[in-house]
């Protein structure tokens, strides 16, 4: 590793120079740094003793959906090498490491009749080896790979779900919670039901679209809430933990200054972040009203008797609300939004419900991801909008990040967490209560539907070798060199920053 430290150091020694510059801004003590992965994406090991099959196994293994016809089966080989994971955590120099628990490794069938040693042996060392390096571990409890044996019974849309995943957060409780004191029960719902159950980029693949999505998000919603007061009221006395989960969204920026695009915009906000965020941190609770009126008129003149949306009771609504110690969001990147006046189709589909254009702007810097537009001003905008909106909560960024297609020397990252991270500080100058960033991913790892051909990582990781190596990439010296320091120069690449403050 002495590269490693002599390119620390010379890091170290351009951050001094800028420091005596004067363009150099510190990060406030209450913000602490992480790194995230997920388990699927990186465990490997997908039937090593007696873990029980996923979700992902299964769609991985029986469509046609992957871009290099990858898998996880053997992905970062993280379940045999937590060890090197702990050291590269530790080499960055991190306080929390946020990582997800595979459901069928410490359950194989699903429920809790049945639990795995060898899975809760395996967690068990992963956090120990944490604690030891001063690290905390973070846990998610689902970052979707379900079991399949719950899927056959209709995963989500399925309202035993509730308890089935209660049950899950409750063996996880009682075997970590000792140990963890932060637990983030679902991560990123909105992708799990849009991208599952409505659409099918994401396992199970259901494709109903404007129908299963909803019955998705109420049950999800509901096994969230459940979970967070079992926590509240079985454990946090002893454990002293705080539990929450993580929310994609996007900043989604008015095209023109139009008051129907101005609504538009806020529209989709509130019909794609607030579908989950209004519930749960707004004073009323429930559902964006926006939502509950566009889905029944809509429904309604599709020919249903009652909304695609379903309703809560005001029991359901009152058990909801507050279920959260902090705002977890996982953002990435900026949408521009115009306002449309579709005629209603006869086919029930969320965009539709929402209604509006979106669009990237031809001049925001790409990254390999057709997603990932670089817009650090939309960031700012957004933990604004958060905080105005759902009065000043705690924000916990756990996910934010570029990808690219195979590069180690990845100064295009380096541009992106700079942007991103000034942006950030600005948000905090501007008020935002803002705890916890987190740069997805630690490491290279196995991207969901484009496989292996998109990076993320701040190590990169050789999946042609049988070893797995990984390797720092320039990113993961300049993250290291700012926390070091817990300073960053202001907007070094600012050239890449074509468009403004938004
Ligand atoms: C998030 C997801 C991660 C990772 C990342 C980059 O939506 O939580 O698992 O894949 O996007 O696409």
Not at 228 to 236: A, E, K, V
């Amino acid at each position: 590793m002495a590269l490693f430290k002599t390119i620390t150091l010379l890091c170290l020694l351009v951050v001094s120079v800028l420091a005596i510059k004067g363009e150099i801004r510190k990060f406030p003590d209450t913000l602490s740094f992480g790194v995230a992965t997920a388990a699927y994406q990186i465990e490997g090991a997908w039937n090593a003793s007696d873990k029980g099959e996923s979700i992902w196994d299964r769609f991985t293994h029986t469509t046609n959906s992957i871009k290099d016809k990858s898998n996880g089966d053997f992905a970062c080989d993280s379940y045999n090498q937590h060890k090197r994971d702990v050291e590269m955590v530790k080499e960055l120099g991190v306080d929390f490491y946020r990582f997800s628990i595979s459901w069928s490794r410490i359950l194989p069938n699903g429920f809790s009749n049945k639990i795995s040693q060898d899975g809760i042996a395996y967690y068990d060392s992963l956090i120990d080896d944490l604690l030891e390096a001063n690290i905390k571990p973070y846990i998610t409890l689902y970052h979707w790979d379900l079991p399949q044996s719950l899927q056959d019974l209709g995963g989500w849309t399925n309202p035993m779900m509730v308890d089935y995943f209660t049950d899950f957060a409750e063996v996880a409780f009682e075997a970590f919670g000792d140990r963890v004191k932060t637990w983030i029960t679902f991560n990123e719902p909105w992708v799990v039901c849009i991208e599952g159950y409505g659409g099918i980029s994401k396992a199970p693949a259901l494709g109903m679209n404007g129908i299963a999505e909803y019955i998705c998000a109420h049950n999800i919603l509901k096994s969230h809430a459940k979970a967070y007061h079992l926590y509240d009221d079985l454990y946090r006395s002893t454990q002293k933990g705080r539990i929450g989960w993580s929310l994609n969204a996007n900043w989604d920026h008015p095209a023109t200054k139009s008051p129907a695009d101005i609504e538009a915009a806020e529209r989709a906000i509130q019909m794609n972040l607030g579908w989950f965020a209004h519930p749960v941190f707004s004073k009323e609770g429930d559902y964006p009203q926006v939502m509950k009126d566009r889905v029944a008129r809509n429904s309604l003149a599709q020919g249903y008797r009652r909304s695609r949306l379903p309703e809560f009771t005001p029991e359901e609504i009152a058990y909801i609300k507050g279920t959260c110690d902090f705002f977890g969001l996982n953002h990435y990147t900026s949408t521009m939004i115009r306002s449309l006046t579709t005629t209603i189709s006869m086919e029930p589909n969320f965009r539709d419900d929402v209604d509006t254009d979106c669009f990237y702007d031809p001049s925001w810097p790409e990254a390999t991801s057709s997603w990932l537009k670089v817009v650090p001003w939309g960031f700012r905008n957004l933990l604004n909008w958060i905080t105005k909106t759902y009065n000043n909560p705690e924000i916990m960024v756990f996910e934010n990040g570029f990808s690219d297609k195979n590069n180690k020397d990845d100064v295009d990252r380096i541009s992106y967490y700079n942007q991103y991270l000034n942006a950030l500080l600005d948000a905090i100058e501007d008020g935002c209560n803002v705890t916890a960033y987190t740069a997805w991913s630690l490491m290279d790892n196995f991207e969901w539907l484009q496989g292996y051909t998109e990076r993320f990582g701040l190590y990169y990781v050789d999946f042609n070798d049988p070893r797995r190596p990984r390797t720092p990439k320039a990113s993961a010296l300049y993250f290291k060199s700012i926390l070091e320091t817990r300073t960053i120069e202001r907007n070094c690449n600012a050239q890449l920053n074509r468009n403004g403050t938004g």
